[in-house]
C-alpha cells in the first residue's frame, strides 16, 4: 500500500491538498505484513509454562510520508493539518488499491521537515481502528432469482407445497385452517407410554 503515489482521506484526495506520497530514505518499502498479535497467557508459580488464554490482535498502525511539493502560505500547512487532524476515525484509502478501506486517525509524533523554502516533507503514524481493512458497501438493486415463481398454491381440495409438508393444516373455504391439536400433558400421558415417545 505504500508504493501509492495518492490517497484519499475522509472523502478529500492528496491531489486537492497538493501533496504526494514519498519516502525520504530512498531504500525498500517498510510496511507491515500482518497486524501485531500478543499472546496472553497466565503464569502460574513453580510452573515453567504459563497458561495460554488467547491471542489479542492490535489495531494497524503504519508510517505515512508525503511530499509538499511548495507552500506559498502557513495556512496552506494549517488547512493540510486541519484535513489530517481529526477527532475520530475516518476512511483513509490508497490509490494504488481503492477496494480497501482503513478507518484511520493520526497518531503519536509527527515531522515537518523542510529545506526552508517551502519545499519537505511530513512523516507521521496512522493508527487503524481495528487490524482489518474494510471493502466498499456494495448494493444491488433488482435482482432476480432463478426460481421466483417457487412457492406454494391451493386447489380445491388439493394443496402443493415443493418445498415441505402441509402438516396439522387443512383447506376450507376460508383458506388454510390449522387443526386443533391437544399438546396438555394428560393427553401426553394418555396416548404415549415412554418419554422418548414424546416428541
Known amino acids: 500500500m505504500l508504493e501509492s503515489?495518492?490517497?484519499i482521506y475522509d472523502g478529500i484526495s492528496s491531489k486537492e491538498m497538493g501533496i504526494k506520497i514519498g519516502w525520504a530514505n530512498g531504500n525498500l518499502y517498510n510496511e507491515a505484513f500482518l497486524p501485531q498479535r500478543q499472546i496472553?497467557?497466565?503464569?502460574?508459580?513453580?510452573?515453567?509454562?504459563?497458561?495460554?488464554?488467547?491471542?489479542?490482535?492490535?489495531?494497524?498502525?503504519?508510517?505515512?510520508?508525503?511530499?509538499?511539493d511548495s507552500w506559498i502560505k502557513d495556512q496552506d500547512i494549517r488547512k493540510i493539518a486541519r484535513w489530517l487532524f481529526q477527532p475520530y476515525?475516518?476512511?483513509?484509502?490508497?490509490?494504488?488499491?481503492?477496494?480497501?478501506?482503513?478507518y484511520a486517525l493520526v497518531e503519536g509524533d509527527s515531522?515537518?521537515?523542510?529545506?526552508?523554502?517551502?519545499?519537505?516533507?511530513?512523516?507521521?503514524t496512522i493508527r487503524c481502528n481495528s487490524p482489518y481493512s474494510y471493502s466498499h458497501e456494495h448494493r444491488f438493486d433488482h435482482l432476480t432469482f432463478?426460481?421466483?415463481?417457487?412457492?406454494?398454491?391451493?386447489e380445491e381440495g388439493i394443496s402443493s407445497?415443493?418445498?415441505?409438508?402441509?402438516?396439522?393444516?387443512e383447506v376450507t373455504s376460508n383458506g388454510l385452517t390449522i387443526e386443533k391439536?391437544?399438546?396438555?400433558?394428560?393427553?401426553?400421558?394418555l396416548e404415549k407410554k415412554k418419554w422418548s415417545e414424546v416428541q
Open 146 to 154: 432463478r426460481e421466483a415463481d417457487k412457492g406454494y398454491h391451493l
Open 89 to 102: 476515525y475516518k476512511p483513509f484509502i490508497f490509490d494504488s488499491n481503492p477496494n480497501r478501506i482503513f
Open 161 to 169: 407445497f415443493p418445498d415441505g409438508n402441509l402438516n396439522n393444516m
Open 181 to 189: 391439536i391437544d399438546n396438555s400433558w394428560g393427553s401426553l400421558y
Open 5 to 7: 503515489t495518492h490517497f
Open 111 to 124: 515531522s515537518l521537515i523542510h529545506n526552508g523554502l517551502h519545499q519537505g516533507h511530513v512523516e507521521l
Open 40 to 68: 496472553v497467557e497466565k503464569q502460574i508459580a513453580n510452573n515453567p509454562s504459563p497458561y495460554f488464554q488467547r491471542v489479542a490482535q492490535l489495531p494497524l498502525s503504519f508510517k505515512l510520508s508525503f511530499y509538499l
